[in-house]
């Protein structure tokens, strides 16, 4: 199991419960809070949510914060990178490569400016589409089947740079909404996750 892993014996990685996926929270790990690492604050929300916000622990083989749950039988590896948004791939590749997993099996949860705040979309591999924390991933595992979690954080308006929209914390209006939309997220993954029972559909676009 994973828990023998992290503590450095070798373990099958596929427990009876099933295949281990990968959910990676994607963001710069010095600017928490802000629009950016909004992929960190939903894994925040699914740790709570699944009674292991306090088993996050540093791996530094990965550099990455990462903590190990269960979800209806499902083994899950959470994970936030400790580097900047650009660099988040090679913790993400280090990872895969400890836990023998597959891009496939990797989750990438991450904010998306062409949704807006409130809107949650699942993506079945594809192109980065500009993100560039999704690109380092791409880069990183050589591949771009991973699944993701898209979170709406909208466009800025007037003359504000998108790059210090991304940067900045949610505003106090947005603050007010983002309980739900984590929720949202959480909820819209774990039904994805789960059904990994079955058969995954055709890549492509949901929500």
Same mark, same amino acid.
């Given at each position: 199991? !994973?828990?023998?892993?992290?503590? %450095?014996?070798? &373990?099958?990685?596929?427990? &009876?419960?099933?295949? $281990?996926?990968?959910?990676?929270?994607? %963001?710069?790990?010095?600017?928490?809070?802000?629009?950016?690492?909004?992929?960190?604050?939903?894994?925040?929300?699914?740790?709570?949510?699944?009674?292991?916000?306090?088993?996050?622990?540093?791996?530094?083989? $990965? $550099?990455?914060?990462?903590?190990?749950?269960?979800? #209806?039988?499902? *083994?899950?590896?959470?994970?936030?990178?400790?580097?900047?948004?650009?660099?988040? %791939?090679?913790?993400?590749?280090?990872?895969? *490569?400890?836990?023998?997993? &597959?891009?496939?099996?990797?989750? /990438?949860? #991450?904010?998306? !400016?062409?949704?807006?705040?409130?809107?949650?979309?699942?993506?079945?591999?594809?192109?980065?589409?500009?993100?560039?924390?999704?690109?380092? $991933?791409?880069?990183? !595992?050589?591949?771009n089947e991973m699944p993701r979690v898209r979170v709406g954080i909208g466009r800025p308006e007037g003359e504000v740079t998108v790059s210090s929209y991304v940067l900045a914390p949610f505003s106090t209006g947005e603050q007010e909404r983002l309980e739900q939309v984590l929720?949202?997220?959480?909820?819209? /993954?774990? *039904? #994805?996750?789960?059904? &990994?029972?079955?058969?995954? %559909?055709?890549?492509?676009?949901?929500?």
């Amino acid at each position: 199991m !994973l828990a023998a892993r992290l503590a %450095g014996r070798a &373990r099958p990685l596929v427990s &009876r419960a099933g295949p $281990c996926v990968m959910v990676a929270g994607l %963001g710069n790990y010095g600017l928490r809070g802000t629009r950016h690492s909004v992929g960190m604050a939903v894994l925040d929300r699914l740790a709570r949510q699944l009674a292991v916000a306090e088993g996050w622990r540093a791996d530094r083989r $990965c $550099c990455a914060d990462v903590a190990l749950a269960t979800a #209806h039988g499902l *083994e899950l590896l959470l994970l936030k990178p400790r580097r900047l948004m650009n660099l988040n %791939g090679l913790s993400i590749a280090s990872a895969a *490569e400890i836990y023998n997993l &597959r891009p496939e099996d990797i989750y /990438l949860v #991450h904010d998306d !400016l062409d949704k807006a705040l409130g809107k949650v979309a699942i993506k079945l591999g594809g192109s980065a589409r500009g993100h560039n924390g999704v690109r380092s $991933c791409i880069s990183a !595992l050589h591949s771009n089947e991973m699944p993701r979690v898209r979170v709406g954080i909208g466009r800025p308006e007037g003359e504000v740079t998108v790059s210090s929209y991304v940067l900045a914390p949610f505003s106090t209006g947005e603050q007010e909404r983002l309980e739900q939309v984590l929720a949202q997220a959480v909820a819209c /993954l774990l *039904e #994805h996750v789960l059904q &990994r029972r079955a058969p995954m %559909g055709e890549p492509g676009d949901r929500g």
